[in-house]
């Protein structure tokens, strides 16, 4: 992979584009084949509802089919957890036609867990994961009545031993890998370069896994929050819409997981989001530097 200090562009097993630092990859999964599968999922469901919901129409107008002359019965298909509410089409009879406004609200749902592949450099944030549940949409009056939920599960993952060259990571100044013949190169590998990403230690031999932890959680807890602005900014955004039927709704709806995405990617563009996680991270990173290096001078390791 060469330097594990050099910021290269990479490729994950999915297809989609990663940037990747000493610490940190930001996978961003290419929006265009998410967007289509969430899009047409919304459409299989809207057309089961919209059979539902038509055959129902005719046995109330009185057009009833074979099988309910002999009183067989239609129910709604079970979405689960999302569900189009009764009246998409403007009610038994109801005008299609007419535009009608969009009143949503939508809750976002993240969660943050350790888990997934071993990154190729130190650490790995993989955040954009972005789908809508709990869909609910009905026609009240003259508008739509719109709840969806964005889930967005967010994961990170550091290498468990060894640093991406091999270098031993000191999880704390009694480590039991310093000595009193190692402890300055220790000591210099951890102390944070305020020249290099606002904070980036050299980590040639040494790194700190504990550290790396603390790096990737702020980047899964800063762009969580720009992930709940992207939500809310994307429901100003469809409340601003509107639609004659469910087909304009759905079609609303299929984007909002992008739309939320890109409001996360712009705000945590690099080097700035590196430069933030390294600062958070620097006082730590010196704090342990110099306590391995205060015992190291007073002849506090062993050989």
Not at 39 to 66: A, F, I, K, M, P
Not at 172 to 190: E, P, R
Request: net charge negative; glycine share 10%; with cysteine.
């Amino acid at each position: 992979m060469g330097d594990a200090r050099d910021s290269q562009k990479t490729d994950d097993a999915t297809g989609g584009q990663a940037w990747e630092t000493a610490d940190s990859t930001e996978l961003m999964p290419r929006p265009s084949i998410g967007v289509a599968e969430r899009r047409n999922d919304l459409r299989r469901r809207v057309h089961d509802r919209r059979g539902w919901y038509e055959d129902r129409c005719r046995r109330q107008s009185g057009r009833r089919t074979g099988a309910e002359s002999r009183g067989g019965r239609s129910s709604a298909p079970d979405f689960g957890e999302s569900q189009v509410g009764q009246g998409f089409l403007g009610g038994c009879g109801g005008n299609a036609d007419v535009d009608r406004a969009i009143v949503s609200s939508l809750n976002y749902n993240p969660s943050i867990s350790q888990t997934g592949s071993p990154p190729n450099g130190f650490g790995v944030t993989r955040p954009y994961d972005f789908t809508l549940s709990n869909i609910d949409v009905t026609l009240t009056g003259d508008s739509f009545t719109v709840r969806a939920t964005v889930d967005n599960p967010i994961t990170y993952q550091v290498r468990t031993d060894l640093g991406p060259s091999g270098q031993v990571s000191i999880e704390s100044s009694s480590d039991d890998d310093i000595s009193q013949g190692n402890y300055k190169q220790v000591a210099g590998d951890l102390t944070p370069d305020m020249s290099d990403l606002n904070g980036r230690p050299p980590r040639e031999e040494f790194w700190a896994r504990d550290l790396t932890i603390r790096h990737e959680l702020f980047h899964c807890t800063e762009g969580r929050d720009f992930a709940r602005d992207g939500v809310n900014r994307a429901e100003t955004w469809l409340n601003n819409q509107s639609a004659n039927n469910i087909q304009g709704v759905q079609d609303f709806l299929s984007v909002i997981p992008e739309r939320v995405a890109a409001v996360r990617r712009a705000n945590m563009t690099y080097p700035g989001r590196e430069e933030r996680a390294y600062g958070d991270g620097a006082p730590h990173y010196r704090a342990r530097a110099e306590e391995i290096r205060s015992k190291g001078d007073d002849e506090e390791f062993g050989e």
